[in-house]
């Protein structure tokens, strides 16, 4: 019978072990190739393995589970494996996600958030991986972050059976496709994220996300939205902006008609929308990039590229991504959710 991945949503990691990890050698879990943390304890069962230690009140548990069947993408994957093992079996609340990458050929998903249970708290941290209809997961617990380089390496350390890159579908256009008009209408987003040091939240510094969206009409206009959290900050920062936009080639100019940025306060200390601070307008930037369209075969994914010479106010530095100079990169994931709305 195949194992499903609901055999694990409540098979979270515990506390107390008996036998000591000492060797640094890699070792091989189910599908997965690790290397044990050094002076670690470690307990294993049919399904997991899990590594703890202490260091006075500061304490880590890092669990690696066995590969089981998928229920969907790696987004379905990360967030029913997160309901099962963080909210339900931590009580932990909803995580700031990052954006996920590809390791080995799997689609890694990645996520923390804070946790308290039965006097137990600190932040819990979930990374899943997704190929070939499985899924991996490895959750690690601290209330310190002093483990930080630990939980790191041991992510990092993971080795998966590769996964032959797909190939493009013939009828999907080739790998780089600039100035096609027509597929700029949409929803195009990215987002950067910054994480907490897997400590107590009141000392997570700068942790936090600004997420960006251009929404292309087939009228030629467009809505810039932009929305900013960031854990050591009273207020949340909403940036939105209309106007029209052309092509040429491959030259997109966006012109914007009215841009405002307004802050709001944090509806109980949290990314929620609570009441306005203050609202002004903003300077009025019209702007031409290249624009590029190009599939990234790893992630097997589109990107919308665009490219200036010089960094933007709408738009920020540009992406450490360096497959194109200059560049910022736009996906379509998660772009029903509402920018201006309470996010809870």
């Known amino acids: 019978m195949k194992k499903n991945l609901f055999v694990f949503l409540l098979a979270v990691c515990g506390i107390v072990f008996v036998a000591e990890s000492r060797a640094q ?5 189910d599908i ?10 470690v307990e294993k069962d049919e399904n997991s393995l899990r590594f703890t230690k202490d260091a006075g009140s500061n304490y880590c548990v890092i669990s690696l589970t066995r590969a089981v069947d998928g229920v969907g993408d790696s987004t379905k994957n990360f967030e029913l494996l997160w309901q099962g093992m963080a909210t ?11 954006k996920g990458g590809a390791k080995n050929g ?9 946790f308290e249970k039965e006097g137990l708290k600190g932040a819990a941290l979930l990374t899943t991986f997704t190929g070939n209809g499985k899924v991996v997961a490895i959750l690690a617990i601290t209330n310190s972050d002093a483990f930080q380089a630990d939980i790191e ?8 059976p590769p996964i032959a890159a797909q190939k493009t579908p013939a009828a999907s256009p080739v790998a780089a496709n600039t100035g096609d008009a027509a597929k700029l209408i949409g929803r195009w987003q990215r987002s950067g994220s910054g994480y907490p040091a897997y400590a107590d939240p009141a000392s997570w510094g700068t942790a936090g996300y600004t997420t960006s969206r251009y929404e292309f009409k087939p009228d030629g206009t467009y809505i810039y939205t932009e929305r900013s959290f960031r854990m050591v900050m009273q207020n949340i920062i909403v940036v939105k902006e209309n106007g029209s936009y052309s092509t040429s080639g491959n030259t997109l100019t966006v012109k914007p008609a009215k841009s405002t940025i307004t802050s ?13 601070v203050s609202t002004q307008n903003r300077k009025l930037e019209t702007l031409s990039y290249k624009f590029t369209f190009h599939y990234f075969s790893g992630i097997q994914e589109w990107n919308l590229v665009l490219q200036a010479d010089t ?4 738009d920020g530095p540009f992406s450490n991504n360096t497959t194109f100079n200059n560049a910022w990169y736009f996906d379509q994931k998660y ?7 309470p996010q809870k």
Do not use: I
């Open 25 to 29: 050698a890699q070792t091989k879990f």
């Open 32 to 41: 997965v190739t690790y290397t044990a943390p050094a002076g670690w304890a």
């Open 88 to 98: 339900e079996g931590l009580n932990a609340g909803t995580p700031q996600r990052g």
């Open 106 to 114: 799997w689609q890694a998903e990645f996520g923390v958030a804070a």
């Open 153 to 160: 390496t041991f992510v990092d350390n993971v080795k998966l």
């Open 264 to 276: 709001y306060k944090k509806a109980g200390g949290v990314d929620a929308l609570g009441a306005v």
């Open 311 to 314: 960094p933007t106010q709408r």
């Open 335 to 341: 772009t029903d959710t509402d920018l201006t709305a």
